[in-house]
C-alpha cells in the first residue's frame, strides 16, 4: 500500500480561511446581484434575447450583470480554490484579479492624460440616452438620480433635453411634457413635502425668460457638475480606489502564498 508523507511544510490556515471567507462574501455579492439583473429585465418583460437586443439606449442593467458574473466567478474560484487548496483555482482567481487591477490602473492613467476626450465621451454617452429616458424605467431611473444628486440638468445644459421626443419644443410634439424638463432638474422646494413631478412643464417655452429659468431649474450640464464635485471630493474617491486597490493586491498576496505553500507541500511527499 502507497502511503504519503510531507516533511515539514503545511498549508497556512489563517491565509486559508481568510481568502474563502472573503471570497464567500463575493460568491454571494455576484448571486445577488444576478438575481437583481434577471428580476430587473422580468420586470421590464425583456427575458429573451430579441427583447434584451432591442432595448432603446443604455440598459444599466448590463453594468450590474457584468458586474455580478465577474463577482460570482471569482468568488466561486477563489473560495473553491482556497477550501480545495487547487492551485488551478487559485491561480486562475489571482491572474484575473491582477488582470482587473491593471486595467484599472491603465484607465485611471488613460483617463487623466485624455481627459478631454473623456469629457467629450462621457458627454455624447449622456446626450444619446436622454432619447432613451422615457423607453428604459432603470435608465430614467438613473438619469433622475445623477441629476438630482449632481444638481445639474442635461450634459452641457438643459436644453440637451430638446432631443428627447417627449421635451423637444418642435410644433409636432403633442406631448404635455413639450418644452420642458424632467423633475429631477427642478430645484427642490423647502415648503413642498411631495415632489412636484410636473415642475419642468414648458419651462424650456420661448416665453419664459432664463433668468426665471435659473430659479426654478438647474442650470449647469451634468458633464461641469461632475468636473466641480470631482475636487472637493477627491479625498473620498481616492480613498475608495485604495481601499479597492488594497483588497485586490491582498487577495492575489493570500492567493499566491496559497500556491507556495501547496507547492511547498507537494515538493515534500514521499511514497
Known amino acids: 500500500m502507497l502511503q504519503y508523507k510531507y516533511q515539514g511544510a503545511q498549508v497556512s490556515c489563517v491565509f486559508k480561511y481568510i481568502l474563502f471567507s472573503l471570497n464567500i462574501i463575493f460568491w454571494i455579492t455576484g ?5 437583481i439583473t434577471f428580476w430587473a429585465w422580468n420586470e421590464k418583460g425583456v427575458l429573451n ?25 471569482l468568488g466561486f474560484t477563489g473560495c473553491i480554490g482556497a477550501l480545495r487548496e487547487n492551485i488551478c483555482l487559485l491561480k486562475f482567481f489571482s491572474i484575473i484579479i491582477g488582470t482587473i487591477f491593471t486595467l484599472e490602473l491603465a484607465a485611471g492613467i488613460l483617463a487623466f492624460v485624455f481627459k478631454d476626450w473623456v469629457k467629450g465621451q462621457v458627454e455624447t454617452f449622456f446626450r444619446e440616452n436622454i432619447d432613451g429616458y422615457r423607453k428604459d424605467i432603470d435608465l430614467q431611473n438613473l438619469v433622475d438620480a ?18 428627447n421626443a417627449y421635451f423637444n419644443c418642435s410644433l409636432e410634439n403633442a406631448s404635455r411634457e413639450r418644452c420642458g424638463v424632467p423633475f429631477s432638474c427642478c430645484l427642490p422646494d423647502p415648503a413642498q413635502n411631495v415632489v412636484n413631478t410636473q415642475c419642468g412643464y414648458d419651462i424650456r417655452s420661448k416665453t419664459k425668460g432664463t433668468v426665471k429659468d435659473s430659479l426654478v431649474i438647474y442650470t449647469k450640464g451634468c458633464v461641469e457638475a461632475f468636473e466641480d464635485w470631482l475636487p472637493k471630493n477627491i479625498y473620498v474617491v481616492a480613498g475608495a480606489f485604495l481601499v479597492i486597490a488594497f483588497l485586490q493586491m491582498f487577495s492575489i498576496y493570500l492567493a499566491r502564498s496559497l500556491i507556495s505553500d501547496i507547492e511547498a507541500l507537494k515538493s515534500g511527499w514521499r511514497y
Open 49 to 73: 434575447i430579441s427583447s434584451i437586443t432591442e432595448l432603446n439606449g443604455f440598459d444599466p442593467v448590463w453594468v450590474v450583470l457584468i458586474v455580478g458574473v465577474l463577482t460570482f466567478v
Open 31 to 35: 448571486a445577488g446581484l444576478l438575481a
Open 146 to 163: 445623477v441629476q438630482k444628486y449632481m444638481q445639474c440638468c442635461g450634459a452641457a445644459g438643459y436644453d440637451d433635453w430638446d432631443k
